[in-house]
């Protein structure tokens, strides 16, 4: 009989951090009964809310992430990262964790520095083509990092990474029927259609030049499901779009698009690889050592996808579109290089390989 697993994770600041490790937590969940949980975040942000809805205990710690240019503020930042860090310690002394697994963010970085200075075992897990702060300063002392993409050598040189794939929804995964999931937005199942989604918030430029393009690719028989995020109102609505802030039914838009247009996140572009959908990906430039390119050409780099700059979206966008939806041979390549290059059982390997560096049961 195995001794009780005890688990703390921590990540956060995004949902690109918090709902991998909640994913992560309900595998282990369904592997092993009696497992006992706990999430640590960073008071204040989007964790201590997002973390208790999906079922979760979690304690927030005062840390926060550093300013990139000089300020004084850092000053205060760093002295509540220290007292983070013995806080850290304290939650760990009275939790006794198997081990601790960190999904990347400031948040997770004083509990998996102390846990290692405690000689537990720390698994870290980088969802990006470019390593984080944190992760990078774990390259050395975490007995396992979990990579969404291959090609990770030079940023975690010791061989302690696997390229295991990002954790994916299980409903992502499940597509439905193309033709009812059209209907679900209204459209024809047998004309094209376009997915274009820039997140919760929207982006900008994407939802810019798409509004530009509307009439082109309408008038050529394109159909268009887009997400523009709660901070961008259309001005005109032409026939054969749907059009929403939110979009819920991710797995319904997946379910019925010949090409999806989106931003870059890891996790956006493991979904996306892991349903064989061919991409146009429009990294953002507003992100830390541009990650979201680095993303990006994991995808294009096999000819599954292709990468437009922001600044030259009103300019290729439109006619990009429209040609690539009249290329049938190009689109059935990209859709074979993205399936062929995904790792859609990311969830699974990764406990996995959890269970098997603690000798723990329950391997799948």
């Known amino acids: ?61 005062p840390v926060e992430g550093l300013l990139r240019s000089f300020s004084l503020k850092n000053f205060k930042i760093i002295f509540k990262a220290i007292d983070s860090y013995f ?6 002394r009275e939790f006794n964790p198997t081990a ?17 200075r405690l000689g537990l075992p720390v698994f870290a897990w980088e969802g990006n083509g470019f390593a984080g702060l944190t992760n990078k300063l774990l390259k050395k002392s975490a007995k396992r990092i979990f990579c969404g993409f291959d090609g990770m050598d030079e940023q975690f040189p010791y061989k302690n990474w696997v390229h295991s794939g990002n954790p994916i929804r299980q409903e992502i995964l499940e597509k439905a029927n193309k033709k009812e999931a059209a209907q679900h937005f209204s459209l024809n199942p047998d004309k094209s259609i376009v997915f274009v989604t820039g997140g919760s918030l929207g982006a900008r430029s994407i939802n810019e030049a798409v509004q530009a393009s509307l009439k082109t690719w309408t008038d050529n028989g394109i159909q268009i499901i887009w997400q523009t ?50 991409a146009i990906f429009v990294p953002s430039p507003n992100v ?9 050409l994991k995808a ?17 966008l439109t006619h990009q579109v429209v040609d690539l939806l009249t290329r049938n041979d190009e689109l059935q390549n990209m859709r074979s290089q993205l399936l062929k290059h995904s790792k859609p059982r990311a969830t699974q390997e990764i406990v996995n390989q959890i269970l098997k560096d603690l000798n723990h049961e329950s391997v799948l």
């Open 300 to 316: 294009t780099q096999h000819g599954g996808a292709i990468l437009i700059k922001d600044n030259e979206l009103k300019e290729k």
């Open 1 to 61: 009989m195995s001794q009780k697993l005890k688990l703390i994770f921590s990540g956060g600041g995004t949902g690109g951090h918090i709902f991998p490790a909640v994913a992560i937590a309900r595998e282990f969940q369904k592997r092993n009964e009696g497992v006992d949980i706990l999430f640590v975040g960073a008071l204040g942000k989007m964790e201590m809310e997002k973390v208790p809805a999906e079922g979760f205990k979690i304690i927030g710690l």
């Open 87 to 92: 806080k850290a310690k304290r939650i760990i």
């Open 100 to 116: 601790v697994i960190g999904t990347g963010g400031f948040a997770s970085l004083p509990i998996t520095v102390a846990a290692t």
């Open 229 to 278: 995020g709660k901070n961008f109102q259309p001005t005109q609505i032409p026939d054969g779009v749907w059009n929403s802030a939110f979009l819920k039914e991710m797995h319904l838009a997946y379910s019925c698009a010949d090409l999806v247009i989106s931003r870059s996140g890891a996790t956006s572009v493991s979904e996306i690889m892991a349903v064989g959908i061919p």
């Open 288 to 296: 830390t050592d541009d990650h979201q390119t680095k993303n990006a």
